[in-house]
């Protein structure tokens, strides 16, 4: 990084958390606090809703997740759009009529206190661990990259996170979201434009592009109804589907979000704005992928793109073979850039037979050097058994600070951090909500005064700070548990979507019959995981209709008994 | 920038600010992902 990127990048930091202070205010009471006054406006409440879902880790892994497998990953938001339908005409009028604060909340008003307290102490669970992810995984990015301090890292982000959200609440954290969204759009559109400006003259961005299809990188649109292949149209559009509708409909964290709108139509239109502006934006990020994807068919790319494994393996026994490995992948390349050009030039004419003879070509040098490049990737993990054998995380970033010019870098890194913060802001806001309203003023101080509320709101944003930085310092040692944390979203949220759509949609199912049927979904739920190949998105699926179909059938063993009582 | 701050609180039934009623937006919506998924498989045939 030069003089100018490390400016540029203190530059909008101190900035974000000055304007993050400035424009959240002093709210005095629980509803200014933890819900904004309900005074926002539906663009706002759309961005904050965009900003809170796309974490760092969807600008530096999803484009490289296009780098890998290509644009199919685009499917798993295909439900989304339908889901901010069905939640704008059911679960928004319902939470604005109830005025709650919480999502949990509403399900002691329709069932018990111990559902409340069960959903809202998996959610507190859940998204504590999550916040710490939120942290550790750009983090831990950055730091490989750049060679930065991960522990500083992990505090800087934290760190900057806790003061705003704790000085402003949902209206500092609102307001944040708006501006981190520019200097995000701003970022990618800047390394795309520096991505085109670096393809060799007689190159075209539409030639790269073209070349990157034959490669199989553009194949946006999966129709097979495998189960096990994790991305198709079906899985997007009905797994996805109970995905998104639990998340935005009962996960705290987006449900403060559009609570914070000042009327059912503020809410409803951020919604909806999501819903017709998601699916493009994330087919953007994967074409910029892709597009990175096209680039390196042209240029040299690493053998392996993460470098903190690759400096393990020279220092290593295998530093030979490694070097020999590297040398063969060099030869293999240049072998494929040749063919690319061949390919790119083939495919602006219309003699069908050369295109296709070039395409043969082409696919033929590139499965060469992969099975060069996989021959490296055996070395690294030979060398180091923890060593993760993707490198797609490390992707973009490494295209970023390689071929992005000076201030630049500083301008994507901004936005990394704008992204990292804004879904961080949005957990631990949601989090000291849920902690306050469904844990100290229902158990602990119900008759509480609004300024006391404020105070241990505070209070919990850094309680819930401190937890997830330290989470995260530690995430390092604790691999197997980092990936079942983000196993357990996906376990969790088809039964909990389950639950919320008894209570709005089956009224004379009970409690009881409710609760023992989650915990019977839950079971289903974890005997896919363990015993099929299931795909993960099913499990949503799976866990929703679980509860919904065993809890009226135990409704109905359990009724006699209360009509007797 | 403007203040977010809205007077009064509105009615469920308050109309979208375009659009002309909420069946009409949630039909957008809806068509807006049919269209992009028509123009993802024309994206894929084209460029494989």
Known sequence: MTPLDWIVLATWLAFAVAYGVWRGGRPRDAEGYLLAGKAMRWPTVALSIMATQASAITFLSTPGQAYADGMRFVQFYLGLPLAMIVLSITAVPLYHRLKVFTAYEFLERRFDAKTRTLTAALFLTQRGLAAGLTIYAPSLILSVILGWDIGITIAVIGGL???FTTSGGTRAVSRTHVLQASVILAGMAAVFVALVAQLPADISLLDAVRVAGKAGKLEAINTSFDLRDR?????????????????FGTDQSQVQRYLAGASVRESRMGLLLNGLL???????????????????????????FNPVEVAKVRASAQSARFADAEARYAGALAEREARARELAVALRSTDGAARDAATTEF???????????????????ATDPGANASDTNYVFLTFVVSRVPAGLVGLMLAAVFAASMNSTSAELNSLAATTVVDGYRRFVRPEASERQVVRVSRWATVAWGGFAIAFAESASRLGSLVEAVNILGSLFYGTILGVFLVAFYLRRVSGTATFVAAIGAEAAVIACFVLTPISF???????????????????????PRHAVS | ?????????????????????WQRLYLLVAANLLVWIAGFA??????R
């Open chain 2, 1 to 21: 920038m403007t203040d977010d701050r809205v007077s009064s609180p509105s009615s469920p039934e308050e109309p979208p600010p375009f659009g002309g009623s």
């Open chain 1, 278 to 304: 998601k699916v493009p934006m994330q087919f953007v990020i994967l074409f910029v992928g892709a597009c990175v994807f096209a680039f390196y068919q042209f240029a040299r790319p690493p053998v392996f």
């Open chain 1, 537 to 559: 998105l099913w499990y949503n699926v799976v866990g929703c209709l679980v509860v919904l179909g065993v809890a009226p059938l135990i409704d109905l063993t359990l009724r």
């Open chain 1, 363 to 381: 696919r033929r040098a590139s499965a060469t050097a992969d099975a060069v490049r996989r021959e490296a990737v055996e070395l690294i993990t």
């Open chain 1, 161 to 163: 996170v806790v003061i």
């Open chain 2, 42 to 47: 024309v994206f894929t045939r084209a460029f």
């Open chain 1, 231 to 247: 991305y198709t149209l079906w899985s997007g559009l009905l797994g996805g589907f109970f995905l998104m509708l639990s998340y």
